[in-house]
């Protein structure tokens, strides 16, 4: 090999070193480097998460607990006024023998509080567990005085609906 191809190839490779430097101090200096990150949890791909915790307490008029009341996270609104219905599909839970029930519900946004989610109520299983009762819709407010968490993708709210009171059904007399 000629010396003038040695040398030309000796170039090439301090090129591709300094290219590569280069290529950092310049991702740095544009803010992608991991060091100007505040958040523990660097590997946070994929989404913006909004997960919420809804608990309520599903009961007749008489304050009786009813069991396999089908509880569905319906819909937000967010801060800007406009309604989406993009919860994913754990955004349902059924009231156990004790009335209670905890609803699991995420969406994928950039939204900031506060959320108006609309959360439905409604008997699936007929006279089943006590009568039957007329469906309910109630709106609960979730503010950034209900966030648990906050990491860099993913924010977790959790709010309390308190007593849910169903009506019985009037076309059924129950």
């Known amino acids: 090999m000629c010396f003038t191809m040695r040398i030309t190839i000796f170039v090439y490779l301090i090129c591709l070193a300094m290219k590569e430097k280069i290529l950092k101090i310049l991702l740095v200096l544009l803010g992608f480097g991991a060091a100007a990150c505040e958040e523990k949890n660097l590997d946070a791909y994929g989404c913006p998460t909004v997960e919420f915790s809804l608990k309520a307490r599903v009961t007749d008029n008489a304050n009786r607990p009813v069991k396999g009341i089908r509880v569905q996270a319906a819909s937000y609104t967010a801060y800007y006024g406009h309604e989406y219905y ?21 969406i994928y946004s950039f939204d900031a509080p506060p959320y108006s989610i609309k959360v439905g109520f409604e008997d699936v299983d007929g006279a ?4 039957e009762f007329t469906p ?16 860099a993708w993913i924010k977790s709210y959790s709010a309390d609906l308190g007593n849910i009171v ?9």
Do not use: H, P, R
């Open 136 to 151: 309910k819709e109630v709106e609960v407010q979730v503010t950034e005085s209900d966030k648990i968490s906050s990491g």
């Open 128 to 131: 089943e567990n006590g009568g």
């Open 86 to 106: 993009e919860f994913d599909s754990n955004g349902e839970s059924y009231s156990d023998s004790d009335g209670n029930t905890v609803i699991e519900a995420k």
């Open 166 to 174: 169903l009506d019985e059904d009037a076309e059924t007399g129950n």
